[in-house]
């Protein structure tokens, strides 16, 4: 029982003080949001999929993913897409613009950035392989559900052509179809060269964290807060609560398990605030959801990492 809760500790913990650190930080003056908002952006095109690239490239794509968990996510992202992305948001809100943000922010998680950093905490420096490759295969669905939630919502239709090179373009995709295309041909990075990528690829959760730390603004959440707690309590409470029991009950186990963990109860992913932004949806509705339910995260993933531990299950 106590190893499990150091397990479950130590997975929340370093992110809880880095994010403490970026909090810090702002408050101290040393950098202030603008700055980090160029610092997201460096993230979000460098590090993140450098990350992700190095994760997929290390990893035995064979003997880590199959069939049949690949299409328990896509049926389960169709029944969030429809319901907690179009549906849920239209009832509770009569504006389509916050019911986009809100949408977005049930379907979007954090899952590269939580998933990678989870895994290793759990099973050790190059571990995070399974969760790696499974968010090979997800992330390009993420966008292209996000997208069209956003392009539903505000304006009622999508327009094909351009989800299609907005997920195209995404530095996550590309990141995903260069490791598969060095993996399938077997082409082998000098050893010179990877080691630039691995030092990239190891600041990257710190640096995201810390800025993570700094955008937390919860000061305008007050005039949102009905839509905050019902939007934070599906996200962050009943998705997991749902959907991880059904993915035991189906058999998935360890690394599978932890991937699924994250998919199903990761806090809203970053890239969702400036995506909103972007395509005309309630920005600053976004950038809350974003907050609370990162700040909760450290709570649900403690419990949810815990409670599979303490079960044998991961």
């Not at 997800?138 to 351009?162: M, Q, R, Y």
């Not at 630039?196 to 955008?215: E, M, R, W």
């Not at 909103?276 to 990492?305: E, H, K, N, Y």
């Amino acid at each position: 029982m106590s190893e499990n809760f150091m397990t479950a500790l130590r997975v929340v913990l370093p992110l809880a003080l880095l994010m403490g650190i970026g909090v810090l930080v702002r408050k101290a003056k040393v950098v202030d949001r603008p700055t980090m908002r160029k610092v997201d952006s460096l993230c979000f095109h460098l590090f993140m999929p450098t990350l992700l690239f190095k994760n997929i490239y290390e990893s035995d794509l064979l003997h880590n993913i199959d069939g049949r968990s690949f299409l328990y996510v896509l049926i389960c992202m169709l029944v969030i897409f429809f319901v907690a992305g179009i549906y849920l948001p239209r009832k509770l809100l009569a504006d389509g613009n916050s019911a986009a943000s809100v949408g977005q922010a049930l379907i979007r998680p954090n899952y590269i950035l939580f998933g990678i950093a989870v895994a290793e905490s759990i099973f050790g420096e190059g571990g995070a392989g399974t969760v790696a490759l499974f968010g090979a295969l997800i992330v390009p669905l993420i966008n292209i559900f996000s997208t069209l939630i956003l392009e539903l919502n505000h304006s009622g239709s999508a327009d094909l052509k351009k989800l299609f090179l907005s997920v195209l373009k995404n530095p996550m995709i590309v990141a995903t179809i260069l490791a598969l295309v060095l993996m399938a041909l077997r082409i082998q990075i000098p050893d010179l060269l990877y080691s630039v990528v691995k030092d990239v690829a190891g600041v990257t959760t710190t640096i995201a964290f810390i800025s993570l730390g700094v955008s937390l603004d919860l000061g305008q959440a007050l005039s949102n807060r009905r839509t905050l707690i019902l939007v934070v309590l599906a996200r962050m409470v009943l998705l997991p609560l749902i959907f991880l029991p059904l993915s035991i009950a189906l058999g998935f186990r360890d690394g599978m398990l932890c991937a699924l963990m994250i998919f199903f109860g990761a806090p809203t992913a970053v890239s969702s605030y400036p995506m909103a932004v972007a395509m005309g949806a309630d920005g600053p509705l976004a950038g809350q959801l974003v907050c609370c339910t990162t700040v909760t995260s450290i709570f649900t993933i403690f419990c949810w990492t815990f409670l599979l531990r303490t079960l044998g299950l991961m």
